[in-house]
């Protein structure tokens, strides 16, 4: 098996705003488990170019009624590109919108689950 320190996905693919993959967060959220976990991209297409490093959101593993990934959004983190495993999926821009939407509600202390959906 790969280990994230054998894949440099920076170098293969071009990480874009709104794209999912499987990334290794071992110490770097301290509740974490499993360590490995879906992530979503939040940054702009502009700093991941110029970035070795990204700003995501981290799933929170659990599934909605329609079998759709729950993301915690107040687990937003920095992490190292080189973190990332394999890209699994691409959310629609109209996902993205509903997200930064939940992100100001998040602040003024509303819930903070959102399930998004998958471009196709």
Known sequence: ???TQDIT???RVRVKRGMIFLADLYGLIETTY???KPILILQNDKGNQFSSCTIAVVSSGRKD???LLEWDINTIT???CKRLIRCIGLI???EL???HTRLSENLLGNN???TLKKAT
Do not use: A, H, W, Y
């Open 1 to 3: 098996m790969k280990t």
């Open 9 to 11: 996905v920076k170098e």
């Open 34 to 36: 499993p360590r490995i």
């Open 65 to 67: 009624e329609n079998g």
């Open 78 to 80: 920095t992490l190292d």
């Open 92 to 94: 629609k821009q109209t």
């Open 97 to 99: 919108c509903r997200l």
């Open 112 to 114: 903070s689950f959102i």
